[in-house]
């Protein structure tokens, strides 16, 4: 078992450098879900900002027109 770990170990810490540094220009990175939550977001009728309260109105009068 601990055989078997130092491979993985050393295959990560001394391979995966090598390997992602030759596909650097492969490897193209994503939005996660929070980083799309928070561009997207408008804000709450509860927002203590105005301007987060009035993008909310904005945004819902904007999706209720659009039904």
């Known amino acids: 078992m601990v055989i078997v770990l130092t491979i993985i170990t050393i295959a990560f810490t001394?391979?995966?450098p090598f390997y992602l540094k030759k596909r650097i220009?492969?490897?193209k990175p994503t939005k996660n879900v929070f980083d799309k939550f928070?561009?997207?977001d408008h804000g709450y009728p509860w927002?203590?900002?105005q301007e987060r309260k009035d993008?909310?109105?904005k945004a819902l009068e904007k999706k209720v027109n659009e039904d």
């Open 55 to 57: 993008s909310y109105k």
């Open 38 to 40: 928070v561009e997207e």
């Open 25 to 27: 220009d492969e490897i």
């Open 47 to 49: 927002s203590r900002n």
């Open 14 to 16: 001394f391979y995966a």
